[in-house]
């Protein structure tokens, strides 16, 4: 069979594209959400938070400043078809390179540092963190996320026991957006991971914020347990920036995997209402 | 909208004294950003008892790292970064005179019991509307730790920038009273 050849040279100037785009546009979805969520916040202020939003991503769309300062460490997700032949160099190597481009040339922040104790930044956004599936046939989809700090230092896992089961999964989860408070700038989109083991339920959640925002889980019971969750975030009060209201949380996304008979992994990654994504397929 | 008390910095006591946590401010004058990594350094100079670069009497700090300026640009996205990861720095700054402080999320007790003693107050910014505050600073100029990039300290010139007072003198704590009134 003939295998599709892509050069990855054209993965660089993808992400270059990408990198910039994800940054200043904000997603139809979510500002399509930011709307529907601030006819329904009762606070005063909680409803000026949302309108200065909306004209942030106004600005930013226009002005091409970024919504953030905040532009991210880069996170990559990269679904692969097994019929693909990259050609032309290293593949990571071109994503990387991509970032590098797409961070210089659109004046985004470089917020990642070389050595976690040394403390020095790269200068240059790079490496990505990147997450590579293989999936069956000819396609390649790249989809980036430049991730905040504010919001990642938010996010947490625990390895729960079967015991705890759904009630110890809700109460991880309230505890944890309880005391993140103001700090991942709400509203929030809520990842969360069940399931796995250790390594893969902190991907689930973080996979869950890649929905399209408020889009339910295919599986009835995750789905009514999202719903469930989304509203009592809501009722812990917090509010738009943590200023007190209705809203907190703009969605709830779930992602399941299978677990061992012993455990009951559960992850949190939270997202800002700078929920920044975006997607290309070759 | 909610009125907005004006302020200009330097801020005096007896402004200060007025400010009650949950009061909408617009700021105007100089304000210094910094975050992290220049916290740390100040803070070594403190203890060195060596002078720094600027004189933090009467003054705010916004905990903020920009996004570049484009050419013919003022400054990039400027929004609040978490102030908490400064909790541990800011009562040597307030010794020194720090007059008030800008960022997002709740301070640890320690510091809400030091803005009392010192009587400095703590501002939240809409956090993550990076373009839109970024507007209202109408000169930016890098003055110490250039090497840090994003992280140097920057003396930027605001026009009514818009902040909260979240803790004020009296122990006032905004997120705090209005969680409890919309928690059900």
Known sequence: MERRIIEVGKITEAVRNLCQEANTQLPPDVIAKLKQASLKEESSLGKEVFSQLLENAEISSQSKIPLCQDTGLVVVFVELGQEINLIGGSFYDAINEGVRQGYKQGYLRNSVLSCPLERENTNDNTPAIIHTEITSGDKLKITIVPKGGGSENSSGMCMLTPADGIRGIKQFVLQQIESAGANPCPPIIVGIGIGGNFEKVAFLAKKALLREIGEPNKNRSYAELEEELLCEINNLGIGPQGLGGRITALAVHIEAYPCHIASLPVAVNIQCHASRHKEIIF | ?184
């Open chain 2, 1 to 184: 909208m909610r009125t907005s008390i004006i302020l200009k910095t330097p801020l005096k006591n007896e402004e200060i004294a007025k400010l009650k946590a949950g009061d909408s401010v617009s700021i105007s004058g100089v304000i210094y950003s910094f975050r992290d990594a220049a916290h740390k350094k100040l803070i070594d100079l403190i203890i060195q008892k060596k002078p720094l670069p600027f004189n933090l009497s009467g003054q705010i700090v916004y905990y903020m790292g920009p996004s570049p300026a484009k050419p013919g640009a003022v400054i990039g996205a400027a929004g609040p970064t978490t102030s908490s990861r400064m909790d541990v720095y800011t009562q040597y700054l307030l010794e020194q005179g720090l007059a008030g402080m800008i960022g997002k999320g709740s301070r640890s007790m320690e510091v809400k019991q030091a803005l009392k003693k010192y009587k400095a107050v703590y501002f939240a910014a809409i956090g993550g509307a990076g373009a839109y505050l970024s507007q209202r600073i109408k000169k930016a100029e890098v003055i110490a730790f250039s090497d840090f990039g994003p992280e140097a300290i920057r003396r930027l010139e605001v026009e009514n920038f818009p902040a909260i007072v979240i803790n004020d003198i009296f122990g006032g704590d905004l997120y705090q009273q209005t969680r409890e009134k919309y928690k059900l």
